[in-house]
């Protein structure tokens, strides 16, 4: 699993990425975590609002700290 948390690296960005490894290590999951500060690259991405978060392609959150059980959610695997 692959995921980018996207924004300049601000507290909030940085609370995020906190967030998502509380939850994978909460999960005992493991996964590929990287920080996109590339301000070209977020907005490639179409991310306009900061922080984002990215899993496998796929954009979760635009523009706020997801909470740790949200976050459990996106992982959950079907009938567990």
Known sequence: MKIEILGPGCPRCRATEENVKRALAELNLEAEVRHVTDPK???????????GVVVDGAVR????IPEVAEIKQWFARPGS
Request: glycine letters at 6%.
């Open 41 to 51: 690259e977020i907005a490639l991405r179409r991310i306009f609002l900061t922080p």
């Open 61 to 64: 959150s635009i523009g706020r």
